[in-house]
């Protein structure tokens, strides 16, 4: 298997692990790595210097490519890039802000730079500001979201015939069966965030896993729309959330109701009540916690059987 | 191309053109089924002697298979099912409703059922109710849409996983990519709505179409959602919608708000300020109103040459 994506990044399979919040640690980075795939740190629930030393145990625990996604919008920025610079790392994912801002800084760093869009339209402003590759996520995605709600099934060709930049699809896909359809509709790789979040060693809680293991479909639902749209499982907060909204609630009062470290009470404390519980939707496919060696096993059989499938099936 | 869609309905393609208010009728569904498709009358806009006539009139244009489809909360759904079963339909697509009220009517009189859904526990319902097929929908949409908001590339999967009848994806696809993706998630056709709708034959106003070819991702949002969910592009109504909605307004206000026959007003009429405009996320991938012959055309074409590229690629 060698396309764009896998030259660019210099990877096995075109197979990205998200880089989540309280979930992407160096454990979970490097086992995605390890198996061919790529893996990412999250530094958007770090401080510079615990973006360090992930960094560092990450290069311990591979030889293979990594990277970093970094929240562009995060309070922290600063810190963490130059920690990005002085660590020598060599491929940054960035998400949530204006790429023209940081771009030129990791380039002229020796760094790719992926970015993250949920239109055609970003996806062109991303292009113009000279990143090496796109990452489109749809509305299935769990956490933060596009304002657009569009569908990574309508998605996906929207942005391939927007940019001619190597295209890496996100939102809904967790199998090899997802990753094939993402193909069909152009895309020449994957990022899976919610199938690697549900992994062991992912650095979620336990109970947060867990409960994602017994999700049904409409069990997340797309929240906090008049702040930052973000992609929620229906627990208690999200029941108070939805109440406020449906009573007319404005941004400050939901500010105000929601304080402060919500995803970490949740997603990293266990915290199933009181907690932001981000998740995406393909999460109720997705019934075991297991290693990400089994995983990536699976991913790649399941590739493997339907595009065989594929290849018997006629022309029109 | 034969498989479980084309044997069950005597189709050429598994393509179906979705049902839909105030575009179908018989001009649309009778193109649809001489060029390959499976042409549908959309009943949920026509009175049962309207839906006699376009019976009639699609019978004198086609030879070939056609449907009808009903929704089951339609007001006039008595007097629509008796016409169904006296003018000798054959093929049935049910929404909207429970497919147990109506199915066993439906089979005693030798009418082949087709449900639709938004998921796999309606899935299950509908073929526990006895229904030959399932058309699954997903978030992307357009008009009246499921409650669980679940995209197409996390739904059909699922869906597929939870029963054993043939698939029909609906929701986001417009294009022979598009159809080529959704079988690599399991389904064994597709249904289209959105993509017909824009056609020469659809019968729904030219201004509304025209202004259909123009939109950009992010143009039609899901509202009403204290009422029923439905995917309504952004126009001065769907802003007056929302500022309710943003400020608490209950269901019986909306309703109030809304009053009758905004569908009519804008798809049919025209009105494309007052009338409530449905359609689907994928319109803004389609740029041109085309004859149906056309449509299926390129999608034929576009299902063939992504088919190819696939079989060109390596297993992992």
Not at 12 to 24: A, N, R
Request: with cysteine; charged share 25%.
């Amino acid at each position: 298997m060698e396309n764009r994506v896998t030259d660019l990044l210099k990877i096995k399979y075109p197979v990205i692990q998200g880089g989540m919040v309280w979930c992407s640690g160096w454990r979970l980075a490097s086992a995605v790595s390890n198996n061919g795939g790529l893996g990412l740190l999250g530094a958007g629930s770090m401080t510079p210097e615990l973006l360090r030393e992930h960094i560092t145990k990450c290069r311990e625990a591979t030889n293979l490519p990594f990277g970093v996604n970094i929240p562009l919008i995060y309070q922290e920025i600063d810190g963490i890039n130059r920690i990005i610079v002085e660590e020598g790392v060599k491929i940054v994912f960035s998400s949530a802000g204006n790429p023209k801002t940081w771009t030129k800084y990791f380039k002229d760093n020796g760094i790719t730079v992926v970015h993250v869009v949920s239109s055609s339209k970003f996806a062109k402003k991303a292009e113009d500001a000279g990143v090496d590759a796109i990452v489109v996520e749809g509305f299935e995605a769990g956490g933060h979201n596009g304002r657009e709600e569009t569908g990574s099934f309508a998605l996906i060709p929207q942005v391939r015939k927007a940019v001619s930049l190597p295209l890496i699809a996100a939102g809904g896909i967790g199998t090899g069966e997802g990753i094939l359809a993402a193909m069909s509709l152009g895309a020449d790789g994957v990022q899976m965030g919610t199938r690697f979040a549900l992994s062991e060693e992912s650095s979620a809680s336990e109970k947060f896993k867990r409960l994602c293991t017994t999700l049904n479909e409409g069990d997340t639902l797309l929240s906090l729309k008049k702040l930052s749209p973000t992609r929620l499982i229906k627990n208690e907060l999200f029941d108070n959330i939805k109440k406020l909204e449906d009573n007319g609630a404005n941004a400050d009062e939901l500010l105000d109701f929601l304080g402060r470290g919500r995803t970490r009470i949740g997603m990293f404390e266990g915290d199933l009540v009181n907690g932001e519980l981000e998740i995406g939707q393909i999460s109720s496919l997705i019934r075991e916690i297991e290693p990400v060696e089994t995983i990536m096993k699976k991913i790649i059989s399941e590739f493997n059987s339907s595009l065989k499938k594929l290849k018997s099936t006629n022309e029109w």
